[in-house]
T-cell receptor, first 116, second 114 residues
Framework: AQSVAQPEDQVNVAEGNPLTVKCTYS??????LFWYVQYPNRGLQFLLK??????LVKGSYGFEAEFNKSQTSFHLKKPSALVSDSALYFC??????????????FGTGTRLQVTL | KAGVTQTPRYLIKTRGQQVTLSCSPI?????VSWYQQTPGQGLQFLFE???????NKGNFPGRFSGRQFSNSRSEMNVSTLELGDSALYLC?????????????FGQGTRLTVV
């Protein structure tokens, strides 16, 4: 079965500094990986995905993620953090045994706190 | 283009009651899936419907059920509510026929069981 690990419960970063939110995965076959963000009392917003191709994936709001097959990682990055980026971030992997995008296994989430 | 719409946004129910949550997917999306989010268990997949058929099911008891209508709208039902069913229930929709697409989530229904 597939799984996702987000080793950090919380990441603290100062505004203007680069940020990284870590994610490692385990899946048989080709990984289909996603990052979502959740603001308080809201649903999940899609940020970016890796299906195939370039290892550096660019997404919404200036976020990008680096896929590393040898390390089975898919870390989320942003060159310059904003206070408004403070939220809960989830990494997810799609079940490779289904033919759809909708059966996702999520990590436990990482709370990003950006301070002035 | 309207997003995924979930109703109601908030619900308070008593133990033993049943509840029905509704989800309207993005126009043109035929796949609808449901997730439960709790502080202890995180985000867990409940089930997925496509063209009115349940295509995938997570590891939840039979008290949790769902259905999808011909217009792709979906409902999920929880019977004999327990305190542990208190959670944010999220619905997601995606377009059919492609593994490469992403799922789009609604804002969720916050269910509180007292």
């Amino acid at each position: 079965a597939q799984s996702v690990a987000q080793p950090e419960d919380q990441v603290n970063v100062a505004e203007g500094n680069p940020l990284t939110v870590k994610c490692t995965y385990s899946v048989s076959g080709n990984p289909y990986l996603f990052w979502y963000v959740q603001y308080p009392n809201r649903g999940l917003q899609f940020l970016l995905k890796y299906i195939t191709g370039d290892n550096l994936v660019k997404g919404s709001y200036g976020f990008e993620a680096e896929f590393n097959k040898s390390q089975t990682s898919f870390h989320l990055k942003k060159p310059s953090a904003l206070v408004s980026d403070s939220a809960l971030y989830f990494c997810a992997v799609r079940d490779p045994n289904t033919g759809t995008a909708s059966k996702l296994t999520f990590g436990t989430g990482t709370r990003l706190q950006v301070t002035l | 283009k309207a997003g995924v719409t979930q109703t109601p946004r908030y619900l308070i129910k008593t133990r033993g009651q049943q509840v029905t949550l509704s989800c309207s997917p993005i126009s043109g999306h035929r796949s609808v899936s449901w997730y439960q989010q709790t502080p202890g268990q995180g985000l867990q997949f409940l089930f997925e419907y496509f063209s009115e058929t349940q295509r995938n099911k997570g590891n939840f008891p039979g008290r949790f059920s769902g259905r999808q209508f011909s217009n792709s709208r979906s409902e999920m039902n929880v019977s004999t509510l327990e305190l542990g069913d208190s959670a944010l229930y999220l619905c997601a929709s995606s377009s059919a026929g492609s593994r490469n697409t992403e799922a789009f989530f609604g804002q969720g229904t916050r269910l509180t069981v007292v």
